[in-house]
């Protein structure tokens, strides 16, 4: 069953690299969310390339239609090229350039085997296009201090979006670290709660913008007996027991032939 739990990659935006918005798109362009979703997670999560599930009608109203979660690691190299990263170490394949080298630390709570795959994963992708990435992998007390004082550049995280899809988590609230309050999604986002701006028009401005990269929603499982029938629409979003007083039990009734028959 589809859930509101949300997969991303933090962004320190004070890191010097990361400040600039073209090598965080190309950081998105060369992440493999696919992986992510059906290696990490077994399946049991949707790539995600935007805060909002691809697989619900608010997406096909919300995104634009040339949104995707392909990897393009050309497009990526491109990106990082323009930004002056055009040396590439022949030994360790780091890019670097006149604004320094991409070695980057990437952040990760160690009490969950999931995320340690995640970060993994994005060590990889981002192997490929000269992002050198050294992965800090601690308890969680440790993560969110270091969170709190801003000693990271890149981090994995997982939230739970509210059954409104409110991003409000990431601009002020739970999950703001390392995006300024005035980055152009954060501005932008206080536009939509204003009602100024709609969210078509944020989520363009957040995919130029990407003060943090979603990666993946998780999914959940549902196990039942054949004895329940829960009907299709009591799953809804975020939700597994929901119209709980529509689900029906198995029973058996006596017959005049005394067999028993099966009814809901």
């Keep these: 069953i589809p859930t509101s739990n949300l997969i991303f990659l933090g962004i320190n935006s004070d890191s010097y690299a990361l400040s600039f918005p073209p090598v965080r798109q190309a950081l998105s362009f060369a992440v493999n969310r696919d992986e992510i979703a059906q290696s990490v997670y077994s399946g049991h ?13 608010a997406y096909s109203q919300n995104a634009a239609s040339d949104q995707q979660t392909a990897v393009d690691y050309a497009a990526a190299q491109h990106l990082l090229e323009s930004e002056g990263y055009t040396t590439v170490d022949p030994q360790t394949g780091t890019r670097s350039g006149d604004k320094g080298s991409l070695r980057m630390s990437l952040l990760v709570n160690n009490e969950s085997e999931y995320r340690l795959e995640v970060a ?3 060590q990889d992708s981002l192997a490929r296009v000269g992002v050198s990435i050294t992965i800090h992998s601690l308890p969680y007390d440790q993560y969110v201090q270091t969170l709190t004082e801003g000693g990271y550049d890149l981090y994995i995280g997982e939230i739970k979006l509210p059954n409104n899809g409110s991003l409000s988590a990431f601009f002020g609230g739970s ?6 309050d005035q980055s152009k999604s954060y501005l932008a986002w206080q536009e939509v709660l204003s009602g100024t701006v709609a969210l078509p028009a944020f989520f363009t401005t957040f995919t130029q913008d990407l ?8 999914n959940d499982v549902l196990v039942s007996s054949d004895d329940i029938e829960v009907p299709d629409e009591a799953i809804l979003f ?6 709980l007083d529509r ?17 809901w």
């Design 45 to 57: 999560a949707v790539a995600a390339d935007l805060p909002i599930r691809p697989d619900t009608r």
């Design 120 to 122: 993994n994963c994005v």
């Design 175 to 180: 999950v703001s670290y390392g995006i300024s």
């Design 211 to 218: 003060p943090f990269l979603p990666l993946a929603f998780r």
């Design 238 to 243: 975020g939700s597994a027991l929901s119209q």
């Design 247 to 263: 689900w029906r039990v198995q029973e058996e009734e006596t017959t005049e032939e005394g067999t028993t028959a099966s009814l």
